[in-house]
């Protein structure tokens, strides 16, 4: 179990890396065999690992040789290798033997598309430096969560809601329809989350519109 989490500001706002080590420390025990954090102006994207695949290169967040792909990743790609094969026969060389590689180079190749060509349990977010775009996806299932908050001014995620309500932007008003949801239904569905600024990501369903894509700032 890894976690991830992010914060993006628009409107030339400084993303600061202490948001991060503190949306991190909430979630401390996800990572316990390492922490990352990639920070440049407006971005910050942070990570907790786990080490399972390539235990001595796989530390996230990872980067492509440019640094014009970051990755931030949780989960596990069952058929990473099938993909890496077929990345490598288009050119492309790896450094790592990480399934968190894949993603970088797969979303060279095929931009949101890569999400069709994935088969496992995973969130991940990966931020394209040259179009000023984050991409954030779970798998089909929704196995692996991923809660949000977006407004005029800020983008963050995290791996949960605790890691998410650390970034200080979100206050903790309930939102009432989610509340009348769960006392009917026994859960809140997504989007909704217990607190009215907080979303949870939808599961990926071979749908394009439902990853979330942000080009603004």
Known sequence: MCGITGIIKFNGDVAYPQQITAMNRAMSYRGPDGEGIWAEGQVCLGHLRLAIIDLTAGDQPMTDDEESLIVVFNGEIYNFQAVRT???LKGYQFQTKS????????????GRDLVLKLNGMFA?????????IIFIARDR????????FSDSSS???ASEMGGLMASGLIDREIDQQALDLYLHYQYIPAPLTIYRQAKKARAW????NRARQRQDY
């Open 205 to 208: 369903m071979l749908d394009r």
């Open 99 to 110: 399934d968190t590689e894949v993603l970088i180079h797969g979303f060279r190749e095929w």
């Open 124 to 132: 991940f977010a990966i931020y394209d430096k040259r179009k000023r």
């Open 86 to 88: 077929e990345l490598e």
């Open 155 to 157: 983008f963050a995620f």
């Open 141 to 148: 299932l929704g196995v692996k969560p991923l809660y949000y």
